[in-house]
């Protein structure tokens, strides 16, 4: 009696086209024409990424930031919330949190903004995405020019707000404080908040 091999052919799945960028990469354009793509898709170098379910932590320091800024905010601005921002041609994340002027608000069919338009932006680091928070978005925004980046980290249970400021002479970011307990700023405007009120929410 002699064995035969037996030879199973295995096909992977098929993926969407739509993962694949062209030879050029993608453009920010692509994001409004490119069908079925899942809500809050960004393009970095020209790739797409796809976002990973948002932890109740991620929700709260967003919903907590948004509600004290939108307070807080002078009325020549607006906070938008997990809005993308157009940054280069190949270059289009979505911030969670960005602070635009208010006359770049065109209609409620608008989908992205343009740096120039942009104050401040807000990433609430994720741990799927870490590295991009941490490094590639802010050095992003910088050579963007947008004047103002906070990071949110979650090392204690409760957000630590690192917040940067844009030299201009280097288009890179420099930190200027870290705030555990009570965000309290004058630049980009005056804010107080306390990020304790995280837990009675």
Known sequence: MTAEAVIVEMTPPSLPDRVFPPPQGFAAEDL???????????????????????????????????????RAAPGDLRVRREMSVILDKDQRPEPDLCVISATAVESGRQTFYHARDVLLVIE????????????????????????????????????????????????????????????????????????????RM
């Open 32 to 70: 409004d024409h490119i069908p079925d793509l899942p809500a809050h898709t960004e393009l970095i170098d020209g790739s797409l990424v796809f976002a990973s379910p948002q932890a109740s932590f991620h929700m709260l320091v967003i919903s907590l930031l948004e509600n004290e800024l939108r």
């Open 124 to 199: 609430v680091v994720s741990p799927e995405s870490r590295t991009r928070d941490r490094r590639r978005k802010p050095e992003l925004y910088a050579e963007a020019g947008i004047r103002h980046f906070w990071l949110v980290e979650n090392d204690s249970g409760k957000p630590d707000v690192h917040v940067f400021e844009l030299d201009p002479v280097t288009r890179s970011y420099v930190p200027t404080g870290v705030h555990h307990d009570r965000l309290k700023l004058t630049v980009p405007f005056d804010v107080d908040i306390d990020l304790t009120e995280i837990d």
